[in-house]
């Protein structure tokens, strides 16, 4: 019955998901509090003006156009506050068209690769990265190429990357601030990264798409700069979503820009907003394009300290206890490095004194862990000794 | 740079896209009130009291619950709601387990096709059909075939069905009460339909799934009941969409049943929900999903009446000034003969009496076209005089 394209996804079902339904099952026999689940990336900070946006425009809109279809693409209107907001931030020159609402990143990111991509076409990712990837990719019959990990920067190694790009290139996924390091890319990581896409596009006479995928774009902390990826590189295609900065992954909300700088830019938009009808979202949910209107229009976001406050509280907690982990400059992981080479054995350990988080593996750079910190200060502040249990336990403190 | 699956696309867009940007187009010249546009299956009936559900969830639930991640099938109470509501209108017996929500009906049926189409299987339709079916089936690389239409009842053509089915034939599609020609099958089809399919099932030692596209299944008229498909046939999977009956085709939200009967039911709804996840949508959105909820609990929906007055005004009108028209039962659309052979020159002569509607081909049953009466009842009765100019033109009344 079931397509044999779906097989390999029933025997190899998300692990992040796997240890969310972990998380329930053993809060059900401790008792919430009791167990400190930090396995999946779920936002913990309301953002409640974001009820008010949502309250706002079903007061004031009318019916049939707050709930009805509108162009595939999305709300002119909606589309153009957006362009002028991202114009504003980083001297941008988008217009409305350059945008595509859709049910975020991940939709985005499946429309712009059906847009793009022919079976067989490469699609190169920085390894540690959200695996979902490998599947969106799969879906157009196009093959994944990973680039090994730099366990000690976690920053994209050029060499590597260049030798492994080829005249089937057609994509290179990027994400920064980084699921699952917190990493953030600076200009100069990037102005590298495009010269040699650019030398390559070149060489083989292609054109190769930068797909900047973006739901953390505006979780940075300490004043750290998330450069703007389109500024430097001609084929940059941006999926962002609003999940994170607003707090509503459940809304399913985002978009696509494709700049007229990129190649065949109008037919790429064409083709992206054909993809988003057909591959049957038809378009972004309409109540939340107008909520993320208003939000814009009054400045509505997420506040980050709350973020920064558990990011310090943690970060600081696992150095102390001897654990090894690169300073997240932006999301809101941590990736700490495993104290034994088999990290599933030290999620298992740490299962143990109820801390739940995900394996390296499920990242493609296994001898790590993810910690996502999203969550209470306080199951911060309540899981530290379980933290100093686990470190003793491996010898890293007395 | 646009892969190749996706030029065709290009070259041949929606015919009804295309209709409704020309019908914003007209508006701009002559004024919306002299343009009559019957191209869109745009629902026009407000259903205020969905406002009320939205503020009610927004008011009363907790901001990280309504907004955020839940399971990737949606939420447990939402399904077990809705199951229950069907159970009790059609004496089915689902659990919560056999509904996955899903972004509309159109991402329903790409979930599911998804789940189960392998390259080169077959997909059948009876034309008249929604077009974008194509689309869908091509997306996982089946083969549409379709059955010619019977274009005096517009019912299915069962011996043309019988000896199109292969050893190929993956699935079915069916829409009933129909889009575009509203005509509801009645359980004696449905068992004939069912009677084939179990008969080629056992000849090919297949499994053929009956796909019950069901937008339109809550908008029946004159107490004409629309038979629930999975009574009839083991392997049906219904695709639902609230766009209809709620008046929210913007807001993408919907379910896929998946009965415990289906061949591999289990399986299959793991299938489904993972695809549900990998093709982006990740969930249905949250918000809307308790809504739902909200909105069976309180017995709200569309009032039927106003699009049954639509229907008879102007199904009576039309058949006066001469034109032949298989009464519909459902949904809001009447599927008219062109008075010509080539009725895209009767949709031209339409649009210079500044109406319009949309050719058959686009539904792949050409000579016919198709118009949404889901409009003011003042649009009809404005554009009544249009029609009967449009009839003298073609000398169908004098």
């Known amino acids: 019955m079931v397509s044999e394209k779906m097989k390999p996804f029933l025997a190899n079902n998300s692990a992040i998901r796997a240890m969310f339904e972990e998380g329930k ?8 509090e009791n167990v400190y689940d ?12 974001v009820n008010d946006a949502l309250m706002h425009v079903i007061q004031e809109d009318e019916f049939n156009v707050l709930h009805g279809y509108m162009s595939n693409a999305g709300y002119e209107d909606v589309r153009l506050t957006i362009a002028e907001s991202i114009n504003k931030k980083f001297g941008t020159t988008f217009s409305y068209k350059n945008l595509i609402m859709t049910v975020g990143a991940a939709s985005g990111l ?17 390894a540690p990265y959200f695996v979902e990837y490998n599947s969106y990719v799969r879906n157009y019959d196009g093959v994944m190429v990973v680039i090994s990990p730099d366990t000690e920067t976690f920053m994209p190694k050029l060499d590597e990357f260049e030798a492994k790009i080829t005249s089937k290139t057609k994509a290179v996924i990027i994400n920064s601030p980084n699921n699952p390091t917190g990493v953030v890319y600076s200009e100069e990581m990037l102005k590298e990264l495009a010269a040699i896409m650019k030398r390559k596009e070149e060489e083989y006479g292609t054109s ?18 998330v450069p703007y990826v389109t500024k430097y590189y001609h084929n940059t295609v941006v999926c962002y979503s609003y999940s994170k900065s607003l707090s509503v992954p459940g809304e399913r909300i985002g978009y696509l820009i494709i700049p007229d700088e990129v190649e065949d830019s109008a037919l790429l938009i064409s083709a992206a907003t054909i993809a988003n009808r057909v591959l049957g979202c038809v378009n972004a949910p309409s109540l939340m394009q107008k909520a993320i209107k208003y939000c814009i229009d009054n400045d509505i976001s997420v506040d980050l300290e709350a973020y920064e406050k558990n990011r310090n509280l943690l970060y600081n907690a696992l150095i102390e206890y001897g654990f090894s982990c690169a300073k ?18 030290f999620c298992e ?27 209470s200060y306080e199951q911060i502040e309540r899981s530290l000794p379980a933290f100093r249990a686990i470190a003793m336990e491996y010898g890293l403190i007395k």
Chains 1, 2 share one sequence.
């Open 25 to 32: 099952r053993m809060a059900a026999i401790y008792g919430q």
């Open 38 to 49: 930090f396995s999946l990336g779920n936002p913990n900070v309301p953002v409640p003006e």
């Open 110 to 126: 499946n429309v712009i690769l059906k847009s793009i991509i022919n079976p067989g076409d490469e699609v190169i990712a920085f």
């Open 208 to 225: 190769i798409v930068l797909l900047s995928d973006e739901p953390y774009r505006d979780l940075a902390y300490g004043g750290v700069e």
């Open 328 to 345: 997240p400059d932006g999301a809101f992981y941590l990736f700490v490095k495993s104290p034994v080479a088999d990290e599933k054995e």
């Open 349 to 375: 350990t740490a299962k143990k004194h109820r801390v739940l988080f995900v394996p390296g593996s499920s990242f493609a750079c296994p001898g790590h862990v993810r910690i996502a910190y999203c969550v």
